[in-house]
């Protein structure tokens, strides 16, 4: 009996052990994916569309790397998401994120972002710090002529402690979840156990 017992553990067990696991996953992929990395999307937009009509104020930083330079360093304490700036043609002028190279062009195509007007990238890793959201948005002159082009990009690094206290909070409940459905399964086992003792006595 003890063998019928541990095969109807095993059987009640097994595969809500998998739903769980399966749900644990699927719930810390979607919790990324449809609520974190959108969420900073919008933000960073909003942001990006708020420095695009600050710039219009200040046309010299289109011109010179410089100039463009100084002006993000002026603003670097109230920028949260790291801003890199592009000229008209894509050329990279200045960046708050001292590791981006002055060579590199701008990383997307700029007849794709003329046409949507904004462009946003997300990247998403398993590994949650190596996550970013990126957010392009153009920016025109007073005759509406393109002069550059924004880029505000985050890291979900700097988020990690707060994701990681989330992942701990999942991982409780699913954890619970699965001792009280191998308690639930054991009981079911024991009684069924039970059950067939019974009949095979009466036989």
Do not use: C
């Not at 708020?50 to 463009?68: C, F, R, Y």
């Not at 949260?80 to 592009?86: H, K």
């Not at 948005?137 to 505000?152: C, E, F, N, W």
């Not at 024991?190 to 003792?197: E, Y």
């Amino acid at each position: 009996m003890r063998s019928i017992r541990t095969r109807l553990l095993i059987s009640h067990s097994l595969p809500l052990l998998i739903i769980i696991f399966l749900t644990g996953f699927a719930l810390d992929y979607v919790v990324e994916t449809r609520i974190l990395l959108p969420g900073f999307a919008d933000e960073l937009t909003n942001e990006a569309k708020l420095l695009a009509e600050l710039t219009i104020n200040q046309p010299n930083i289109w011109d010179d790397s410089q100039n463009a330079q100084a002006y993000l360093t002026e603003l670097e304490p109230i920028l949260t998401p790291n801003v890199s700036l592009f000229d008209f043609q894509g050329k990279f002028l200045s960046s708050t994120d001292f590791s981006v190279i002055s060579t590199n062009p701008l990383p997307i195509k700029l007849e794709d972002l003329l046409i949507e007007d904004i462009l946003i990238q997300t990247e998403y890793s398993r590994h949650l710090e190596a996550s970013m959201v990126d957010v392009f948005v153009p920016v025109y002159g007073d005759t509406g002529s393109l002069k550059g082009v924004i880029q505000m990009t985050y890291h979900l690094e700097d988020v990690y402690g707060q994701f990681q206290a989330l992942r701990r909070v999942i991982i409780g409940i699913l954890t619970i979840g699965i001792f009280l459905g191998i308690g639930l399964a054991l009981l079911l086992a024991v009684n069924m156990s039970h059950a067939l003792r019974q009949i095979t006595k009466s036989i």
